[in-house]
């Protein structure tokens, strides 16, 4: 598992500040030397859907995904754990069918030898982000599921937004910053 994350944090990251980086130089280039690369623009959105896709690997461990839960915060404790387990299990099913149909995908690319049309390369190279990032998070979600059905009801903890920023900056921390950019008013 920590492989898994270790690879889609440093995919994330490496697609966003290299995508930025090249989308800055192609600008610099642009408006200064009147030329810019022709094929930046290709690769920058190729850097980014990896980085997106396996973002999305890293947000599923971190409970970070958008999520209605006004009713399951209200649930009792078994209820909401029976909520959590078919939330996580829908998902499960709905990644390992984009895993499925992305690697189908990846396949044709492959038997059609299609090249992208700027940087020259085989299309199958940018699009296999599909089906592993979506592997990856059948695997995270696999996990989840585990760690729920293994944790008594009573034990499972409730995380909504605000709870997630304060355990992540530290109660104390959070108020300071509150205190320093409103002027104390708060």
Not at 13 to 29: M, S
Not at 56 to 83: E, G, M, R, S
Not at 126 to 150: C, M, N, Q, R, T
Request: glycine share 4%; charged share 20%.
């Amino acid at each position: 598992m920590k492989f898994i994350l270790q690879i889609s944090k440093f995919i994330t990251a490496f697609g966003i500040a290299a995508g930025v980086a090249l989308a800055f130089i192609n600008v610099i280039a642009r408006y200064i030397f009147e030329s810019s690369l022709s094929w930046a623009s290709e690769l920058t959105i190729y850097l980014f859907l990896w980085s997106l896709f396996f973002g999305a690997v890293y947000c599923f461990k971190k409970d970070a995904h958008i999520a209605v839960d006004v009713f399951t915060q209200k649930a009792p404790p078994k209820l909401y754990k029976i909520l959590n387990i078919l939330t996580l299990l829908v998902s499960l099913i709905y990644v390992v069918a984009i895993a499925y149909y992305g690697y189908k995908y990846v396949l044709l690319y492959i038997d059609l030898g299609e090249v992208s049309v700027d940087l020259d390369i085989p299309l199958w190279i940018p699009y296999v982000a599909v089906p592993i990032s979506f592997a990856f998070s059948a695997i995270v979600l696999i996990d989840k599921i585990i760690e729920i059905i293994k944790t008594p009801p009573e034990k499972l903890k409730r995380k909504d937004e605000a709870s997630m920023i304060l355990e992540e900056l530290g109660e104390e921390r959070f108020i300071k910053e509150i205190e320093k950019k409103t002027g104390g008013m708060l």
